[in-house]
């Protein structure tokens, strides 16, 4: 990956932001499934940003969370030595917040090559703030270098999660959340699973994990959080499966390590 792939994600990503943000307040709303929403925002940004993208890189290919493109192709997945890059692409990462005019939303182009996500790019467009990384090459925010907080203690630090849709009272994940929230400082649900893993690798959250999210939700959040130094790994601490990310990410070993440690509920 070069930086002719990451200003082609740039460039995709701000015309994805721009629809979301000219349709903030006239979207049309309609449910996926019980309590997953999407909206005509959702469907306009991804056109604008796979239209930029395969503009660009015609034989590459698209995974996008909406429009039924949600599975890359077999030859992506068996990791095959002539398979294509594959854009991994949510155009609306926290839906439930843009619908309830919350922050805590981002467009987010991922690409994966060569058996791993090498390119994430998450734009924030109510801050304009926007986070990239190449793989090997650091992470940065608005073009500053950024880095995980480094933090070891788990009682001072500061944690996210991520719940699945329509959860209910007896989900592991709600253990898990208990068994965390008595351990932490504090703990959020903040929404994003993109600006969950960029506020991990900007040292804003000190870890944050998730097991009901999908590839395109996490594929730029991998490389940003990666290539500020943080630690990611399944959640059970196995290596990462980036098509079947239930991970657990952390600004040091240590913390990362006592998080898998909790969450082993």
């Known amino acids: 990956m070069d930086q002719h792939h990451l200003d082609v994600a740039i460039l995709a990503a701000r015309a994805g932001a721009t629809e979301l943000m000219s349709r903030r307040d006239k979207f049309v709303v309609s449910e ?26 015609p034989s590459y290919a698209f995974v996008g969370e909406e429009e039924g493109e949600n599975d890359p192709p077999t030859e992506v997945l068996r990791g095959d030595a002539d398979a294509p890059p594959c854009w991994v692409v949510d155009p609306l990462d926290g839906t439930i917040n843009y619908v309830h005019r919350l922050q805590s939303f981002a467009v987010s182009i991922g690409l994966y090559a060569g058996g791993k996500m090498r390119l994430g790019v998450i734009l924030d467009p109510t801050t304009d703030e926007l ?7 650091g992470a940065f925010c608005n073009g500053q270098p950024i880095s995980a907080s480094g933090q070891n203690e788990i009682s001072d630090s500061l944690i996210a999660c991520s719940f699945p849709a329509g959860i209910k009272a007896d989900h592991p994940e709600v253990g898990r959340f208990v068994t965390v929230l008595e351990q932490c400082r504090s703990l959020r649900r903040l929404g994003s699973c993109a600006l969950n893993m960029c506020y991990v690798a900007s040292g804003r959250l000190d870890g944050y994990w998730a097991t009901a999210v999908s590839s395109w939700d996490s594929a730029a959040g991998i490389v940003i959080a990666r290539e500020a130094g943080a630690t990611i790994t399944a959640h059970d601490g196995n290596p990462l499966n980036d098509w079947n990310p239930k991970f657990v990410v952390a600004g040091s070993a240590t913390l990362h390590q006592t998080m898998v440690d909790l969450l082993a509920v």
């Open 32 to 57: 996926k499934a019980p309590k997953d929403l999407v909206t005509d925002a959702d469907l306009a940004s991804q056109k604008a940003v796979r239209d930029i993208l395969e503009n660009s890189f």
């Open 131 to 137: 986070f990239t990384a190449i793989d090997g090459a």
